[in-house]
C-alpha cells in the first residue's frame, strides 16, 4: 500500500498549488522508491518516457515563435487581409477554416493547426476584423463571442474529423473496447460510420456561424 503515497503527493502538490511537473515528479519518484525500485531503475525510467515523449517539448518551440511572429505585424497583416477581401464575413471566413480543420484532422494532420498554432495568433483576429467591418464596432461582450466561436470551431473541425482517421487513438480504443465484448470490427469500418457524425456536425456548427452573421449584420451602427 506504500506505493500510492504518490496519489497523496499529488493531491497535496495541487492543493498546495506547486508546479504541476515538480508535483508530478516528485510523486513519481515516492511511488518509485516505496515500491523499492533502484535509483537507476527510476532514472532510466524518465529518461525513456522523455524519450518516447519528446515531442511534448515541442510547444516550448512554438510559443516563442508565436510570439515573434505577433511582435512582427502578423496580426495586423491578417486584419488587413481580410479587409481587402470583398463579401467576407466572419462566419464564411470560420466555415471555411472549420471545412480545412475537418479535412486535415480526417488524413491524421491533427497538429497542423490548433489553439497555440493558428487560432490565438491567426485565426481569431482575421475573424474579430471581419466581425468588426461587419457590425461597424464590437462592443467587449461581442468580441469575446467571437473569440470563443472561433475557438470553438477549431474544436469541432478537430474533433468530429479526426474519428475518420484509421489510426487515431479513439477509433483504436472503441475496437479494443467492443472486442472486450465479442463484438469484432475493423478500423475501417468504424471511420466509415464517423462521417456522416462529421457531416452532421459541419453542418449544424455550420448554421451556429450563419446565425453569429445574423447577429452581427442586424448590430450594424451607423
Do not use: C
Not at 511537473?21 to 510523486?27: G, N, P, Y
Not at 518516447?52 to 497583416?77: D, H
Not at 485565426?123 to 462592443?139: F, K
Not at 470563443?148 to 483504436?172: C, H, K, P, Q
Amino acid at each position: 500500500m506504500w506505493v500510492l503515497l504518490g496519489i497523496a503527493v499529488i493531491v497535496a502538490g495541487f492543493v498546495l498549488r506547486f508546479n504541476p511537473l515538480l508535483v508530478i515528479l516528485a510523486s513519481a519518484l515516492v511511488t518509485g522508491i516505496a515500491a523499492g525500485l533502484d535509483p537507476l531503475v527510476l532514472l532510466a525510467a524518465f529518461g525513456k518516457a522523455f524519450n518516447e515523449a519528446r515531442y511534448v517539448s515541442i510547444i516550448w518551440i512554438v510559443l516563442p515563435v508565436v510570439g515573434l511572429l505577433e511582435a512582427f505585424g502578423l496580426q495586423e497583416r491578417a486584419r488587413g487581409l481580410i479587409g481587402r477581401m470583398r463579401g467576407a464575413t466572419v462566419g464564411r471566413f470560420l466555415t471555411g477554416y472549420l471545412l480545412v480543420r475537418q479535412g486535415l484532422a480526417a488524413v491524421g494532420l491533427t497538429s497542423v493547426a490548433g489553439h497555440a498554432q493558428t487560432v490565438r495568433p491567426l485565426v481569431a483576429p482575421i475573424a474579430e476584423a471581419a466581425a468588426e467591418r461587419q457590425s461597424g464596432g464590437l462592443d467587449d461582450a461581442e468580441r469575446e463571442k467571437v473569440k470563443a466561436m472561433t475557438a470553438a470551431t477549431d474544436n469541432v473541425g478537430l474533433f468530429f474529423g479526426e474519428d475518420i482517421f484509421l489510426a487515431i487513438g479513439s477509433i483504436l480504443l472503441i475496437k479494443g473496447l467492443l472486442e472486450q465484448y465479442g463484438i469484432l470490427l475493423e478500423p475501417l469500418q468504424l471511420s466509415v460510420w464517423a462521417i456522416p457524425t462529421a457531416i452532421a456536425a459541419f453542418l449544424i456548427h455550420g448554421f451556429r456561424l450563419r446565425r453569429l452573421d445574423r447577429r452581427l449584420n442586424r448590430a450594424e451602427r451607423p
